[in-house]
């Protein structure tokens, strides 16, 4: 029986990474924070570069329509197709 192949998700926290802030002296939700970062910086990146611009010159605006638009794609073409998978 032949298993299709799976297609890769983006993650957004690596298990190293998720190790290295497992074993940080910081509390719970300093380690949830932590985490919630990592993955925004990572969504930030790819955001800019999507739009041709420094993180830094990214707008309010820029963000919310990427949000929208990558929302957009998730409702008419299915998550898969979307770059954020929840």
């Known amino acids: 029986m032949d298993?299709?192949?799976q297609q890769?998700?983006?993650?957004?926290l690596t298990l190293e990474e998720s190790a290295k802030?497992?074993?940080?002296?910081?509390?719970?939700?300093?380690k949830?924070?932590?985490?919630?970062?990592i993955s925004s910086l990572k969504v930030?990146?790819?955001i800019a570069q999507e739009y041709g611009v420094a993180i830094e010159d990214l707008t309010t605006q820029q963000?919310?329509?990427?949000?929208?638009?990558?929302?957009?794609i998730k409702r008419e073409?299915?998550?898969e197709a979307s770059y954020l998978k929840w």
């Open 3 to 5: 298993i299709p192949p």
């Open 77 to 79: 073409q299915g998550i």
């Open 63 to 72: 963000l919310i329509t990427w949000f929208e638009t990558d929302a957009k």
């Open 8 to 12: 890769p998700t983006t993650q957004f």
């Open 32 to 37: 949830f924070l932590t985490r919630i970062t």
């Open 44 to 46: 930030l990146k790819h």
């Open 21 to 30: 802030v497992d074993a940080a002296l910081l509390s719970s939700s300093e």
